[in-house]
């Protein structure tokens, strides 16, 4: 079993900065990619960014120069990095990974953490 925890989310000033952090634990052969997602009220889940293992990296084009992600693979950790956040940033982020397993791979989530950034 596979789980992740985010940390990190809270109330903002528009402007203003947050990091999120995600550990993942359990049984892992390998984290594939792992990504943050984000979902506010009313709307649906949306990628916000991606790392690869090899530190291949996408974002969402509502975030790009704002957003920084980042693993550490070791730690089996990802981080994203917020800054000049804006009130439409407000949601709840959630931490995804598909992890390499004995016998093939899996999608996992995180329970979520939220943002909230103040006009």
């Known amino acids: 079993q596979v789980q992740l925890v985010e940390s990190g989310g809270g109330l903002v000033q528009a402007g203003g900065s947050l990091r999120l952090s995600c550990a993942a634990s359990g049984t892992i052969f390998g984290i594939i990619v792992m990504g943050w997602y984000r979902q506010a009220p009313g709307k649906q889940r949306e990628l916000v960014a991606a790392i690869t293992s090899g530190g291949h990296t996408n974002y969402a084009d509502s975030v790009k120069g704002r957003f920084t992600i980042a693993r550490d693979n070791a730690k089996n950790t990802m981080y994203v990095q917020m800054s000049s956040l804006r009130p439409e940033d407000t949601a709840v982020y959630y931490c995804n990974a598909v992890v390499r ?3 093939g791979q899996d999608n996992y ?4 953490t939220q943002v909230t950034v103040s006009s």
């Open 101 to 103: 397993l004995p016998t």
């Open 109 to 112: 989530w995180g329970q979520g």
